[in-house]
């Protein structure tokens, strides 16, 4: 689930620990905030436009940040819970 993007890379992003960055990645492209999964660790990552995959499984997103961040509308849809507050 995408949270926020970087237009390309910003140096001082890389510094915080919780973010990944993928270190063959070119610097002029689109950089993504993820709430990222994989088979053993949630996280969340700062990845390259390059590197994204579109998850087409149909599985709920289950990560644990989750639920302080977005609400599920009646339809179905995330919605910030910051843009609920506005």
Do not use: W
């Amino acid at each position: 689930m995408v949270l926020d993007v970087d237009p390309e890379f910003s140096d001082s992003i890389a510094a915080c620990e919780t973010m990944l960055v993928e270190g063959r990645a070119r610097k002029d492209q689109p950089f993504y905030y993820l709430l990222a999964e994989n088979h053993t660790n949630p996280s969340v990552a700062y990845v390259s436009e390059q590197s994204m995959e579109l998850d087409t499984s149909d599985e709920p997103v289950s990560h644990p940040p989750l639920d302080d961040l977005f609400e599920l509308d009646d339809n179905g849809c995330y919605r910030s819970r910051n843009m609920l507050m506005q």
